[in-house]
């Protein structure tokens, strides 16, 4: 075999191999993609299933190996901080976000209980994106960053995913109520009318908690 031969042969040869590896990387992009894709329906999916059941007691039992949220599964969902607030998980967490940035995890953990406590009480919404979003019709919202007019996307992705953390032990039920039962709050050197109403309950940093007399949310 004469030198142009063999030298047109492992040019051949090296584009094969070039094209092969291109294509593997390729299907290896895609694969990574759809993992992502799949991890996300199935967060979704199972939030739906748990805020039904979190209705009837968001501290209860948690769930079996299988249905709870994974960590992985959690981080799949609302990458970016933009998505549409159409899930119990984006609801959550962009609550827990906003009222919370900039405190530590128990203040965090506090404003998801107010948020589960309110689910499947008396007087407010069955679901937790219902609840977040309840009385901007009236523009009398229950939570203040839901209409204050500003971008509802989260700046900071850190401290973002530690709020969908949070989100995804409390539909887990894996959290603890450090409220007592609460379902109003307000942050420290304020006086809202309504907390007159209401029955003082624990102040964590420096948001005060409150539940109704009776039970009753007003």
């Not at 040869?13 to 290896?28: D, I, P, Q, R, T």
């Not at 990574?32 to 979704?44: C, I, L, P, T, Y």
């Not at 748990?50 to 968001?58: A, F, G, I, V, Y």
């Not at 539909?171 to 006086?191: E, P, S, V, W």
Request: with cysteine; hydrophobic share 35%.
């Amino acid at each position: 075999m004469g030198t142009e031969r063999i030298l047109a042969f492992i040019a051949i040869a090296f584009s094969l191999s070039a094209n092969v590896s291109c294509s593997g990387k390729k299907a290896e992009k895609e694969q990574v993609v759809e993992s992502r894709a799949d991890k996300e329906k199935n967060a979704k999916s199972k939030a739906v299933q748990l805020e039904k059941k979190d209705m009837l007691n968001p501290y209860g039992t948690p769930p079996p190996p299988g249905k709870g949220i994974t960590k992985p599964e959690i981080k799949s969902v609302d990458t970016t901080g933009k998505e549409r607030m159409d899930d119990a998980i984006t609801c959550l967490a962009r609550t827990i976000y906003w009222e919370a940035r900039g405190t530590d995890k128990t203040v965090m953990q506090a404003i998801a209980n107010v948020v589960m406590n309110r689910l499947g009480h008396e007087g407010f919404p069955a679901t937790i994106c219902g609840i977040v979003k309840q009385g901007r019709e009236e523009k009398a919202c229950q939570f203040s960053w839901w209409c204050d007019g500003r971008p509802d996307s989260a700046q900071e992705i850190g401290p973002y995913e530690s709020a969908k953390e949070i989100a995804r032990e409390a539909l887990n039920r894996q959290l603890k109520d450090l409220t007592g039962g609460a379902l109003y709050f307000h942050r420290r050197g304020t006086t809202p009318a309504w907390s007159k109403k209401y029955i003082r309950t624990v102040e964590i940093g420096k948001i005060v908690f409150y539940k109704p007399a009776g039970g009753k949310a007003k």
